[in-house]
């Protein structure tokens, strides 16, 4: 029987952010051999059950399978498509594939119309680097078939509706040339808006836009005031259309990040924390006006693929005590990454980390090759209770991490940690005889994850971080054959 194994649109599974035609590629599968494709057809609607369709290309007489890209098309900004296709060969016609689906983003002529708001507005905020809370609200009176929202930051993001953080996405907007290219993410919120009032907010984080980067440790690289921006695109049930955007009347303060950094870390103070802040009509806190921050839109572009994820989850592999006393976490594994913590503690009682690579000649901690880099995590308790936390807006190169202070006893169970990289799908992979040549495979498995987190990087760990793609061409067919990289690159 011929059938589609696998149906990709621009090399993705089911994207989201599309903003221009993209091209389609499918797997073939039969029983029998030398199948070629002679022909495919190629159906895109509005629904899964195709009766809505917007493109049907009927029997094209082609053996092409990838890079089909149906030009004739016309997308449309912020909506859901649903694709299929059937193929066939010399013997039989196949039947249709499983449906896969495409979001866009803006569509041309479509232009990015959100200004970016921000809660910082002292001239000493240039030189800090805490996190900050947006939050706005609006009313929905009807029945919403589709939401679409898309946002960015000025800064690192994270946004939520309603109480819950949208989307598995790490480190966005991630690391771009910012004034001259910025990414905005796409995502479907269908599932989390509701009729009544809908609370919208943002924490953001300095990052790469305006923390310390560089080998000359430089600051506000990029800008001096972080940003967020949002355009949420609502579909009625009777098919009109309202748009939604971040403006003067959202309302900012501090986050509890009181400190965070690419390179240094994050300090997170419990007694900041506002309940409700992104769900509540008028949650506590001081809360005060935003501030326009300008920016020339016209640089603003759609990120489908390749966005930083949580991608491996590592336990403690040994809780142990170097010769000088120092109390040690080993997760077995150099990786880039953070850690979450579990623990019980009272007001002013802290939890402190700080992640390293390797331990010296006598096992103890060894710091050195991190140069200036902190890469410490922070957490001050504000009251009595159990709290889960891991940093938001930074990451680290690490295997190891000392233990400087912990409320109460240190469990192996109460750490994990989470490694991040730019999403990817595995396409290649080696197992031999050879236990030596296994590990190395690893090893250069592990080494691109460390290094492939938003744009490839030259390290992980140390005061560096940077942009590099002087190893990543020599890398680059290992980095092919190991991961489908096409919308990494």
Same mark, same amino acid.
């Given at each position: 029987?011929?059938?589609?194994?696998?149906?990709?649109?621009?090399y993705?599974?089911?994207p989201?952010?599309?903003?221009?035609?993209?091209?389609?590629?499918?797997?073939?599968?039969s /029983?029998r051999?030398?199948?070629?494709?002679?022909?495919?057809?190629?159906?895109?609607?509005?629904d899964?059950?195709?009766?809505?369709?917007?493109y049907?290309?009927?029997?094209?007489?082609?053996?092409?399978?990838?890079?089909c890209?149906? !030009?004739?098309?016309?997308?449309?900004?912020?909506?859901?498509?649903?694709?299929?296709?059937?193929?066939e060969?010399?013997?039989?016609?196949?039947?249709?594939?499983?449906?896969?689906?495409?979001?866009?983003?803006?569509?041309?002529p479509?232009r990015?119309?959100?200004p970016?708001?921000s809660a910082?507005?002292?001239?000493?905020?240039?030189?800090?680097?805490?996190?900050?809370?947006?939050?706005?609200?609006?009313?929905l009176?009807?029945?919403?078939?589709?939401?679409?929202?898309?946002?960015?930051?000025?800064g690192?993001?994270?946004?939520?509706? &309603?109480?819950?953080?949208?989307?598995?996405? !790490?480190?966005?907007?991630?690391?771009?040339?910012?004034?001259?290219?910025?990414?905005?993410q796409?995502?479907?919120?269908?599932?989390?808006?509701?009729?009544?009032?809908?609370?919208?907010?943002?924490m953001?984080?300095?990052?790469w836009?305006?923390?310390?980067?560089?080998?000359?440790?430089?600051r506000? /690289?990029y800008?001096d005031r972080?940003?967020?921006?949002?355009?949420?695109?609502?579909?009625?049930?009777?098919?009109?259309?309202?748009?939604?955007?971040?403006?003067?009347?959202?309302?900012?303060?501090?986050?509890p990040?009181?400190f965070?950094?690419?390179?240094?870390?994050?300090?997170?103070?419990q007694?900041?924390?506002?309940?409700?802040?992104?769900?509540?009509?008028?949650?506590?806190?001081?809360?005060? &006006?935003?501030?326009?921050?300008?920016?020339?839109?016209?640089?603003?572009?759609?990120?489908?693929?390749?966005?930083?994820?949580?991608m491996?989850?590592?336990?403690?592999?040994?809780?142990?005590?170097?010769?000088k006393?120092?109390?040690?976490?080993?997760?077995?594994?150099?990786?880039?990454?953070?850690?979450?913590?579990?623990?019980t503690?009272?007001?002013?009682?802290?939890?402190?980390?700080?992640c390293?690579?390797v331990?010296?000649?006598?096992?103890?901690?060894?710091?050195?090759?991190?140069?200036?880099?902190?890469?410490?995590?922070?957490?001050?308790?504000a009251?009595?209770?159990?709290?889960?936390?891991?940093?938001?807006?930074?990451?680290?190169?690490f295997?190891?991490?000392?233990i400087?202070?912990?409320?109460?006893?240190?469990? !192996?169970e109460?750490?994990?940690?989470?490694?991040?990289?730019? &999403?990817?799908?595995?396409t290649?992979?080696?197992?031999?005889? /050879?236990?030596?040549?296994n590990?190395?495979?690893? /090893?250069?498995?592990?080494?691109l994850?460390?290094?492939?987190?938003?744009?490839?990087?030259?390290?992980?760990?140390?005061?560096?971080r940077?942009?590099?793609?002087?190893d990543?061409?020599?890398?680059?067919?290992?980095?092919?054959?190991?991961?489908?990289?096409?919308?990494?690159?």
């Open positions: 029987m011929l059938t589609i194994r696998k149906l990709k649109i621009d993705q599974e089911n989201v952010g599309i903003a221009e035609i993209p091209q389609f590629q499918w797997e073939i599968a /029983n051999r030398n199948v070629i494709q002679k022909a495919y057809w190629l159906q895109i609607a509005f899964a059950a195709f009766t809505d369709l917007v049907d290309s009927g029997w094209i007489s082609s053996g092409e399978s990838a890079h890209i149906p !030009e004739e098309m016309k997308l449309q900004s912020a909506k859901r498509y649903y694709v299929h296709v059937r193929v060969d010399a013997w039989e016609q196949g039947p249709w594939s499983e449906a896969a689906f495409f979001i866009t983003a803006l569509v041309e479509d990015w119309r959100a970016f708001i910082e507005t002292e001239e000493r905020d240039k030189e800090i680097s805490k996190g900050t809370y947006v939050r706005g609200g609006f009313v009176k009807k029945a919403v078939k589709e939401a679409i929202v898309l946002t960015t930051g000025l690192l993001y994270q946004f939520f509706l &309603n109480g819950k953080k949208v989307g598995e996405d !790490e480190m966005t907007p991630g690391w771009t040339s910012y004034r001259r290219h910025l990414l905005y796409t995502y479907d919120v269908t599932a989390l808006v509701k009729t009544g009032y809908n609370a919208a907010g943002a953001l984080a300095a990052g836009y305006k923390g310390v980067m560089g080998l000359t440790k430089a506000n /690289n800008g972080t940003g967020f921006a949002m355009e949420l695109i609502l579909t009625y049930e009777d098919g009109s259309r309202v748009h939604i955007y971040t403006d003067e009347n959202w309302k900012g303060c501090d986050s990040i009181v965070s950094e690419i390179y240094d870390g994050e300090i997170y103070d007694s900041l924390e506002i309940p409700g802040w992104a769900e509540a009509e008028d949650p506590s806190g001081r809360w005060q &006006n935003t501030v326009v921050v300008p920016f020339d839109t016209r640089v603003i572009r759609a990120q489908s693929g390749s966005r930083v994820k949580v491996d989850r590592l336990p403690v592999k040994r809780l142990f005590t170097t010769p006393g120092e109390n040690v976490l080993d997760f077995g594994q150099n990786m880039t990454g953070r850690i979450q913590v579990r623990a503690g009272k007001s002013g009682d802290v939890i402190r980390l700080r390293f690579e331990l010296d000649s006598d096992g103890n901690v060894y710091t050195e090759n991190l140069r200036e880099a902190r890469a410490e995590m922070k957490y001050i308790f009251k009595d209770g159990t709290i889960i936390w891991q940093p938001r807006f930074t990451y680290m190169g295997q190891y991490a000392q400087l202070e912990y409320p109460g006893e240190a469990k !192996e109460d750490f994990t940690a989470y490694t991040l990289h730019s &999403n990817m799908e595995r290649g992979e080696l197992t031999c005889s /050879n236990p030596l040549l590990q190395l495979h690893h /090893n250069i498995l592990w080494g994850k460390g290094n492939f987190l938003d744009v490839p990087t030259d390290c992980p760990q140390r005061d560096e940077l942009g590099w793609t002087g990543a061409q020599i890398f680059c067919r290992t980095a092919c054959y190991l991961m489908n990289t096409y919308t990494f690159y």
